[in-house]
């Protein structure tokens, strides 16, 4: 299935543009906080990208929402299909929603509970399986044949690395707005969709600026790819809280692109991701799911040398349990 | 002391513009978030504004900076003095320590631990007491006294409520970015300092939208003095679990502003603030305190009816302690 894509075109800075174009009124353009205290910590001058507050609570909505609006009246008809660990799959399920296309989202059985009530709550039919045990991909796609759906892939197709591309395109105008020149910029990264279009818009707006990609430990699998020049996959007894960055190698379409333009790969650990988020729930006021906390974890734990630059960290989800939060809160 | 009160003018909307003008550099202007969610449950057009993300976590700081801006140097040397449950206190703190100005505040025994920590680590001198037997303007003042320091007071104060207008003023500009005309605002309500500075601001920039006050059952007092006319007190066993919000009579200054600018106020009990905080956590992903969620359970709650209308709330802050929280999450 994956061997397509080598027939692929990545997408370009102009792809981004044209999403950002078209999914405008559809998507949130979240606040670029500048960040007082973080910045006083690091003694650097931070902003975070609250892309928690985006529709479905992630930056996944963007891609899923570029992705639907270029169905065409005949594929809308027969609906789509996506495999998720959650996010994208309550982005691809309201973005659907939202023009009235049936989808069928393919869940692991141990997905957070917020993440598959939120998904039927935009109406999709949800199939679950054994993240450990079964292929995602294999299931969804078998659905996809037998009723001549579409796929929308979470970070394999050009579209969708496009529209989440268009949050790096708002980081750069917002830095603008706030008079500042980015010297770097730390995002979380499972599949490499969204650091992938980020990075392919900042190299065109702000070629200076360098990208890192922030991953938990054992899921380091960016890091360790773009130490080695070629792709890396994690071990298979990993495990994290991070349950939206649990992809085990670096996407087809999207490690070359990330190759190109990422200047490393950061890593946080689990206890590090937990103190992120209760640093965002007490000075912050955001909820960030674990996930989305990781680049803000590798600011504070020093993971990154803030000191006298200008950094953007993006904060890519909230989307947590309340069981959870609460034991993290403790 | 307060009797004073009768010859200070109010704030005039060039009050707030000023205000706007001298404070704009060291406070956030916080985002106005459209939220579709809330518009299909109300069948409304719901717009949120996040002044949780605000520094210190609440609207307090603008009016807090607005006010320290404005002593003489001398003054500035003999400190100021301020009480408070705790947002005014960590707003007056900060903006006190930004400008080197020493602190002192007045807080209660059984503030919320989150709100003292913060008013501490601000560099402020923290003076407990007990709210159900001592009275807190009395402590302060004598404070004041003893060191020629300048009372903050946190609403009875013509560049107190200016401040907290310029809140108002960016909403009525945000709203106009959206592209939209407000037929309602609804704003949380204690001493009335926000929500009287809202309205001058509205007054002048959206006459035709009508401001409501929100406060918990219990300490209905402005709603009930509207209706009366004249100033109201609550009952001495009164208790909600707002504790921003717990004054006990309007301002002397900010009621007759409110007494002429206001349409009507609001009542929420406990348990809709705790279902408010809820979906702030879940669908929001944002922090609000039981004060600041006033607004939003209005509207949850059905207490106004925002059905066809396009309405605005302000959820004014988030410093809520973890135990509570987490016991809220339950």
Redesign the interface.
């Known amino acids: 299935m994956n061997d397509q894509l080598s027939d692929i075109a990545p997408p370009t800075y102009m792809d981004i543009r044209d999403a950002a174009e078209r999914i405008g009124r559809h998507v ?1 353009r979240t ?1 670029l ?2 960040c ?1 205290d973080l910045s006083e910590r690091t003694r650097g001058r931070i902003f975070l990208k ?1 892309e ?2 985006q ?1 479905t ?1 992630s930056f996944k909505y963007r891609g899923a929402t570029n992705r639907v609006l270029q169905l065409t009246d005949e594929e809308r008809s027969r609906g789509v299909v996506a495999y998720s660990s959650g996010n994208h799959a309550q982005a691809v399920a309201a973005a659907a929603q939202r023009l009235s296309i049936p989808a069928t989202i393919v869940m692991p059985r141990d997905a957070p509970k ?1 993440k598959l009530e939120n998904t039927q709550s935009y109406g999709a039919e949800i199939v679950l399986y054994d993240r450990f045990t079964e292929d995602r991909a294999s299931i969804a796609h078998e659905i996809a044949e037998r009723r001549g759906a579409t796929i929308v892939p979470p970070y394999d197709d050009p579209r969708i690395i496009a529209g989440q591309g268009t949050l790096g395109l708002e980081v750069a105008a917002q830095a603008s707005d706030h008079g500042v020149q980015l010297d770097a910029l730390l995002c979380p990264c499972s599949g490499g969709g969204l650091i992938a279009g980020t990075a392919l818009a900042f190299a065109e707006t702000s070629p200076s600026t360098r990208i890192h990609s922030v991953e938990p430990a054992g899921f380091d699998d960016t890091a360790r790819s773009l130490k080695a020049g070629i792709p890396q996959k994690v071990a298979p007894d990993a495990r994290s809280i991070c349950d939206s960055l649990l992809s085990d190698s670096p996407g087809k379409l999207t490690f070359p692109i990330n190759r190109g333009l990422l200047s490393s790969g950061l890593v946080v650990d689990d206890s590090e991701v937990r103190s992120a988020m ?1 640093y965002a ?8 799911e674990p996930g989305g906390a990781v680049a803000l974890a590798a600011l504070l734990a020093g993971r990154f040398d803030a000191s006298g630059k200008t950094v953007a960290i993006v904060c890519s989800g ?1 989307n947590v349990d ?1 069981d959870l ?2 034991s993290i ?2």
């Open positions: 949130v606040p906080l500048a007082d609250a928690v507050l529709k609570g917020l209760i729930f007490r000075t912050l006021k955001l909820v960030i909230g309340p939060f609460r809160l403790v």
